[in-house]
């Protein structure tokens, strides 16, 4: 059984920059990739990044290329969102999740989550 405990959340102005951290246990040999996915309370989730845990090819949604950067610590069990040029609507709940299929923008195709840490945005 895999864990992720989500971190670096927290409230920035418009342009400022976050660095989330997932750190990973249990089983995690088993994983072909993680990803980022967020999500505003009465609205469905939505995918951010994902990364292929070995190899690490990285594949974002539109809403964050240019501006995010989604990485992995393997000796760590660590996966990292770095976001910068952070943007009111990038306000969210951002999860950490982690598949062993491969990486993917469906959300139904990871087996696990974190908790969730929150990212505020002010204008």
């Known amino acids: 059984q895999v864990q992720l405990v989500e971190s670096g959340g927290g409230t920035v102005q418009a342009g400022g920059s976050l660095r989330l951290s997932c750190a990973a246990s249990?089983?995690?040999?088993?994983?072909?990739?993680m990803g980022w996915f967020r999500q505003v309370p009465g609205n469905e989730r939505e995918f951010v990044a994902a990364?292929?845990?070995?190899?690490?090819?990285?594949y974002y949604a539109e809403s964050g290329k240019g501006r995010f950067t989604i990485s992995r610590d393997n000796a760590k069990n660590t996966l990292y969102l770095q976001m910068n040029s952070l943007k009111p609507e990038d306000t969210a709940v951002y999860y950490c999740a982690a598949s062993r299929a491969g990486p993917s923008g469906l959300g139904g195709k990871y087996e696990y989550w974190g908790q969730g840490t929150q990212v505020t945005v002010s204008p």
């Open positions: 990364i292929r845990w070995i190899g690490g090819t990285t």
């Open positions: 249990g089983g995690t040999f088993s994983l072909a990739a």
